[in-house]
């Protein structure tokens, strides 16, 4: 059985967004096509961002989260989630496969500053 709820600390490398997870087995693995706005929007009001911050996620609704993405199709191996309440679509990578053993209908996200 895998987590509930996961967290990454993603931090801007060569001014993209990356993350790395040694549990899985990634290193600087880049958020791409539409995630990084996502992203922007959602940390927004964090101070010293650039630094990285804590993104808490998981596939089932939690206290406090932020975010509710909405799957929409696969491409490429991958897939494209939708904000809702920010007009917005952004594509995960396979690497969604080492969080979830399928991809999950909505994912709920939460970013928190480091500090």
């Not at 895998?2 to 693995?29: A, C, K």
């Not at 096509?33 to 959602?42: F, R």
């Not at 630094?51 to 696969?74: D, M, R, T, W």
Request: with cysteine.
């Amino acid at each position: 059985m895998t987590n509930s709820m996961m967290v990454i600390f993603p931090y801007r490398h060569n001014q993209i967004w990356v993350f790395d997870d040694e549990r899985m087995g990634l290193v600087q693995e880049p958020f791409v096509s539409g995630v990084p706005e996502m992203i922007d929007i959602l940390i927004q009001d964090i101070a010293n961002v650039d630094e990285g911050f804590k993104l808490l996620f998981s596939a089932n609704p939690f206290p406090s989260y932020q975010v509710e993405l909405i799957l929409l199709k696969e491409e490429y191996n991958g897939h494209w989630y939708r904000w809702n309440q920010k007009n917005l679509e952004g594509w995960l990578c396979p690497a969604l496969f080492k969080y979830f053993s399928e991809p999950p209908n909505k994912i709920y996200c939460k970013a928190e500053s480091l500090y």
